[in-house]
């Protein structure tokens, strides 16, 4: 959307770094949460700013240009494109918690098929085909090695066979098996990764495959669910449209006078300090509402929700 209004688009990473560098109210002589240059350093997974001549640097980057200064701050000393040790054991710990311990609350929903996971040799073949379409630069031999890696993992996951074999439904056996295998593939992964000199962080090889496959696992049967696309086709619509709207009812001057709708909390007037364009005001705007507040403020927008003058959306 901001990229069909001229803007730099929208990115995760990227809104992320700008609200803990600009937008964060923390001081009141100085915008953010003025952290050190390593704190500000590992936020950044994506070590460079976008370049729309790059595949890879144009689809994910970790800063905006209008945050070029704080990034080029946060990055000296750095090799170039590289992340930083603390970047680095961010990611990892993120891949990590998001292979383990989101398919531990799907387990709990008895979202996945485990007897077909650990038996199906044909979904086994199907969740490896469809990690190697997901990999990026992957090697030649990413056959090969993930399904060396399922082996592996499936002799893990073998050992709380009764506990993923049996529907759970929140016994006290059923809780205790699922926190131990749980707790067992996070301490595994963190015992086989080390610290390199100079300060790198390593993995091995196939422990990376099998986190790999565990977050195949979470997008194939949670992510790609119906119930999901669907949600997120309407909280895609709500943001399209509340986008939409704020830009169509804010009178945004050259000379820095801004008139902002009646319908916005006084708390985001203070962003246009911040935003040298409208599309990026309303952007930071919806960018500081809870999933909760934005579903709410549309309702009321469009008319489906009539709600009270004496219960705000947003306080």
Not at 25 to 51: H, I, Q
Not at 80 to 96: G, K, N, V, Y
Request: aromatic share 8%; charged share 30%; hydrophobic share 35%.
């Amino acid at each position: 959307m901001l990229q069909d209004q001229g803007e730099e688009g929208y990115e995760g990473n990227a809104q992320t770094f700008r609200i803990i560098t600009k937008l964060a109210v923390r001081f009141d002589d100085r915008p953010g949460l003025d952290l050190t240059r390593a704190v500000s350093c590992a936020v950044l997974k994506y070590p460079w700013l976008r370049d729309e001549g790059s595949r890879d640097k144009s689809k994910k980057w970790s800063a905006y240009r209008s945050e070029a200064q704080e990034f080029n701050w946060a990055r000296a000393g750095q090799p170039t494109d590289r992340q930083s040790l603390e970047a680095e054991l961010m990611d990892w710990s993120d891949d990590i918690a998001y292979s383990v311990h989101d398919l531990e609350d799907f387990h709990r929903c008895n979202l996945i098929p485990w007897h077909k996971v650990l038996n199906d040799s044909e979904e086994r073949e199907r969740i490896i085909s469809q990690t190697i379409s997901k990999w990026h630069e992957k090697p030649e031999n990413a056959p090969q090695l993930l399904s060396d890696a399922f082996e592996s993992l499936k002799e893990q996951l073998a050992l709380y066979g009764e506990v993923l074999q049996e529907r759970y439904d929140g016994s006290y056996a059923l809780r205790l098996g699922l926190r131990q295998m749980t707790s067992a593939l996070v301490g595994n992964f963190i015992l086989q990764t080390d610290l390199l000199s100079p300060p790198k962080i390593y993995v091995p090889p196939e422990t990376r495959h099998s986190v790999l496959l565990l977050k195949t696992m979470a997008r194939d049967y949670i992510i790609a669910n119906p119930a999901l696309a669907a949600q997120q086709k309407g909280q895609e619509r709500i943001i399209r449209e509340l986008f939409g709207m704020i830009i169509e009812d804010t009178r945004w001057g050259v000379d820095g006078s801004h008139k902002l709708p009646d319908y916005l909390p006084k708390r985001m007037s203070y962003l246009t300090d911040f935003s040298k364009t409208v599309q990026r005001f309303a952007a930071d705007c919806i960018s500081s509402l809870t999933e909760r507040e934005a579903t709410r403020l549309h309702s009321r927008l469009v008319g489906y929700e009539g709600g009270s003058v004496l219960d705000p959306i947003v306080r």
